[in-house]
């Protein structure tokens, strides 16, 4: 019964949408303001039912109702709860659902957390967000029901794929969808705007918080996809440019972009017209990754489905959203053009190189990911684009852009001068490149990946501090001076100089790993002892154990340093019996400073087992940068300028609209 009532709430949901997509709308063209109300309650409701569905699902992995066809493929009744519940999203239909579910969650908060909006403009943004409501919804109904019953069950279910078995199944999910579905409000706020013929500073000040938020979801979700990826595949890697990986990374790229040109839109009135593409650039790549991983057009490790017929569903969605918006924006965008001008060294110039930079880099991503597609279907010969043309294409863009964050984000607005602003940079400079030639001097020969990484990690990190110092006069004032200073500067500011300072880190985490880290393979009898590095490793046993869902090989290996015994790891090769699936489960010790990273082989046939085994410098620093740049956005989201509303104008003028409140 709980099933069926999931399933009204979908359907009903799914009418709200409806109205919600057109009454709200027709509302704010007519000017009829009982009509453009209805949208903040229909947004509420449709999240509500919407919430109500996803619950029903979850109670029907939770109890195990193998009547339903979801969960007796995906689910098995000797599972752990923990996977029965994450199981709810690890497959395709429950994971659009999950889509829907945040993407209704978004309308519901400008619905909620939207009061001063202009009521048109709200109207407007909540219309436009609801018709992707409607398009998910019906692609759910229609082709990929999470209801559909089984007219005679199984009595057990055929288990979740293993790979998916692990506590980042938990996170991982549900802070992407966070970021690729929630890129879906500044995409409703850029069409919403189009429609009125209106970008102004009042507008960049709505749709940077809620950009901001994706961006920060985003963030977090690639960091542990990256982080489980590492631990849990047995492969070694952090990032291994897989086309889904890539799909999401995209996105972010455009957000981050998006971010910095609606500054410029805030402060200088101008780019407004640059700053409504990326934000239909931003969720037309979202939408693409929907598509990829579920239209079974690549192979990959997270691909959902491999179903034609509903990929051709997805691929219409996305040509009409994509499609209609760019239209749109064709008709319209020579209504946003602006008079503002800026010098070439300017504050301006450098967010418009910053967006130029992330801009190439989205499309040699999209490039790499996409050629594959394009030439088995214009000649039918496969082919394959990897790491190499990544590494290669990629990270020049990137060093670019590291060279160019501390200065370009120091210069004033309008006008500038590069020599005075660059003027307390040179000792940093020559700190930064004292730094690289130390460690290009101690590691003596090697690749020059290290040198150039702590050369740049070192220029960003402490270019990001020295422009706070800068800012609060540091050792130029008085010390209560700068005190009060500090206290006083906006939590933007400081979570620009966190967001900064983690990208520094990340480089300098992705640099060490890349250039020092090393590896080792060999076959190990029980008992037998080797050196790797600073360590000595002991194989001492090999246990069979089984675990609720799966039996397993289990290595105890000692590992001792400088003659001391530090600890035990206990890599495992995993076996799930009713998926008959193989999984590798890494066994690793951290430190700041490096990973002992250790996997477990097969069997061998002269006696034995393969054991690898992983030094890996500083790859820690990799994912405690990202954390610093997703906390210095949420330190940015809490600034009270985007909560407030727009400063107050000259008396003269009429006073510009004010951010949501919360």
Known sequence: MIVELGHLALILAFAVAIVQMIVPMVGAHKGWVDWMRLAVPAAQIQFVLTLGSFLALTYAFVV?????RLVAANSHSAKPMIY?????WGNHEGSMLLWILILTLFGAMVAVWGRMLPPALKARVLAVQSSIAVAFFAFVIFTSNPFWRIGSPPIDGNDLNPLLQDPGLALHPPFLYLGYVGLSMAFSFAVAALIEGRVDAAWARWVRPWTLLAWINLTIGIALGSFWAYYELGWGGWWFWDPVENVSFMPWLLAAALLHSAIVVEKRDTLKSWTILLAILAFSFSLMGAFVVRSGIITSVHAFANDPERGVFLLWIMAFFTGGSLALYAWRAPMLKSTTVF????????????????VVATAVVFVGTMWPLFVEVATGRLVSVGPPFFDAAFTPFMIVLAMALPIFSILPWKRGDLGRAARPYWGIAALSVVLGALVWALQTGGSMFAPIGVTLAAWVVVGALADVATRVKLLRAPLSESWRRTVNLPRADWGKTL?????????????????????DIRVLQVGETFTKGPYELRLDAIDNVRGPNWIAEVATITFSRDGRERGQLFPEKRFYPVQQFPTTQAAIHRSLTRDLYVTLGDPQASGGYAVRTYIKPFSNWIWIGALIMAAGGAVSLTDRRFRVGAPARRRSEPPAAPMPAE
Not at 64 to 68: K, P, R, Y
Not at 84 to 88: A, E, L, P, R, Y
Not at 348 to 357: A, C, K, P, R, Y
Not at 499 to 519: K, Y
Request: cysteine-free; proline content about 0%.
């Open 64 to 68: 195990s109702d193998f009547s339903v």
């Open 84 to 88: 029965k519940v994450t199981g709810v």
């Open 343 to 358: 010098s070439t060294v300017s504050r301006e110039s450098g967010l418009v190189l910053n967006n130029v930079l992330l």
């Open 499 to 519: 967001g900064h300072a983690g990208v520094g880190v990340t480089i300098f985490g992705i640099a060490a790993l890349t250039a020092w880290e090393t590896d």
